[in-house]
């Protein structure tokens, strides 16, 4: 049994989900971060467990073609990004590959997976930036945390967010270390700065910041916000947010609107949006429209379809294909998604949308005496729960879509959907979030019948 600490000559055959790199010590498999699949190297063993282990890259003997100078100096340690020292055509190669494998191997599915759909310019892509405040030495620091961990790193520069955002993040940092507004210390729950966010429009110019403090009140905010729509004018709406509990979660339950609107205005594919800083909206707007209509080619939509949008947002799936459809329905749990999904249909004059706010699991019993003849699902990371999925296999939906951020859990999903007579057809993998290896895949479902 290989030891920790110990050094090893290795050869990398394989890579994880998270885009380590896998070897073998006596048959025992190693995980080592920054390691590509053809590589040779020496690693120390950092970690031993009773079946696998994980190490770290000491010396690289034989480089990867396919390796690349990561671009940002923050890369070594920064949680962001973990493919940023991956060519992006083999950082592509490897979400088809994870893609597919994970479907056969978790979900005994065997489908066509299509190359995944790459950026033109996999960089500056993010909309939205959650950026955490701390104190190192008594300064103020923002930025994002270290792998692993809760320790911040200062934000100098960042690959994945647009150049305005890292200069507001800056920006307020200075000026809360001149106003004298402390950060937030977790450790002693202390302070006032949490976090800030912030949300760009890609279609008009509107940026959204939420502060988000552990106090109720945000000191001298009439000067911070006169300061910061002054410095930038695209500035539309600034929020204060309060989050007193011990938590991961990022916003706590109180908002005010302080400046402007609560919400940017944003487009796809035609169709417009307002987007309030609680609803979920898709993380890169550019990729989202090709996404989108791969989803609405899968569904081989009829101007006779009822259609159902299940985890629907802000209605962004269901407004893109009510004009190709008699009517969608849409389900979402975020009651202020809800709103916005209806203020949107509005502002679009669509009159064929409904929206309800619930949990799909539930409102879907309610639609299971209607006649739908295509479902898009696109759940949160944890996938579907058995009790919807239960109910749309007994409504025998013929097309499905479903769009997913976690392959595993579409695997398991769509292994439950195959016994119960579904087919899947067809996946394409979208790179929504170039430099790290989350994986976007939308998948084209048909109903068959049992055998
Ligand atoms: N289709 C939308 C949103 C997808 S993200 C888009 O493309 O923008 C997943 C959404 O599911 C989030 O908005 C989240 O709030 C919602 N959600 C999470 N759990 C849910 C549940 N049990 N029922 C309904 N919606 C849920």
């Not at 060519?87 to 489908?111: C, H, N, P, V, W």
């Not at 769509?414 to 979208?430: C, I, M």
């Amino acid at each position: 049994m290989p030891e920790k600490n110990e050094f090893y000559e290795v050869e990398f055959i394989d890579m994880t989900h998270d885009g380590m790199g896998v070897c073998r010590i006596d048959g025992f498999p190693v995980f080592v971060p920054k390691a590509l699949k053809g590589e040779k190297g020496i690693i120390k063993l950092t970690k031993v467990n009773s079946n696998l282990g994980f190490g770290r890259l000491m010396e690289l003997q034989h480089k990867s073609p396919f390796r690349k100078e990561p671009i940002c100096d923050h890369y070594s340690e920064c949680g962001g990004c973990n493919l940023m020292h991956m060519d992006y055509s083999m950082q592509l190669d490897f979400k088809k590959y994870r893609t597919a494998e994970t479907l056969r191997k978790l979900g005994k599915i065997s489908t066509k997976v299509n190359d995944a759909v790459g950026m033109i310019n996999p960089y500056y892509y993010r909309n939205k930036a959650v950026i955490p405040f701390g104190e190192e030495n008594g300064k103020m620091i923002a930025g994002l945390y270290k792998s692993r961990s809760h320790d911040i790193i200062d934000m100098k520069k960042c690959y994945i967010i647009p150049k305005i955002t890292t200069d507001i993040v800056k920006f307020l940092k200075n000026i809360f270390i001149e106003l004298n507004i402390p950060a937030y210390n977790e450790n002693i729950g202390t302070g006032v700065i949490r976090h800030i966010v912030v949300r760009n429009s890609y279609k008009f110019d509107d940026i959204s910041v939420t502060i988000v403090t552990l106090t109720p009140k945000l000191p001298k905010k009439d000067l911070i916000v006169q300061r910061l729509i002054a410095r930038y004018k695209r500035v539309v709406s600034v929020i204060h947010n309060h989050n007193p509990e011990n938590t991961n979660i990022v916003l706590g339950k109180k908002s005010k609107v302080i400046y402007g609107e609560d919400f940017i205005r944003d487009e796809i594919n035609g169709v417009l949006f307002k987007v309030s800083h609680r609803s979920f909206y898709q993380v890169n707007p550019q990729q989202t429209e090709s996404l989108y209509k791969k989803a609405i080619e899968y569904a081989e939509l009829t101007p006779n379809d009822i259609v159902i949008d299940a985890y629907c947002g802000i209605g962004t799936i269901a407004l893109s294909v009510a004009k190709d459809c008699k009517s969608v329905l849409g389900v979402e749990v975020v009651k202020q998604a809800i709103s916005d999904a209806d203020e949107n249909a509005a502002a679009n004059n669509i009159t064929n949308a409904k929206f309800k706010v619930g949990k799909a699991e539930e409102v879907i019993k309610t639609w299971s005496n209607y006649d739908i003849d295509v479902l898009f699902v696109d759940p949160p990371r944890k996938g579907c729960e058995p009790a919807f999925l239960e109910t749309i296999a007994e409504m025998k939906i013929p097309r499905i879509v479903y769009v997913s951020c976690n392959v595993a859990t579409l695997a398991r999903d769509l292994n439950y959907l195959q016994s119960q007579g579904y087919e899947v057809q067809e996946a394409t993998p979208f790179d929504m979030f170039p430099q790290t290896s989350h994986i976007e895949v939308v998948t084209k479902i048909r109903y068959k019948g049992q055998e």
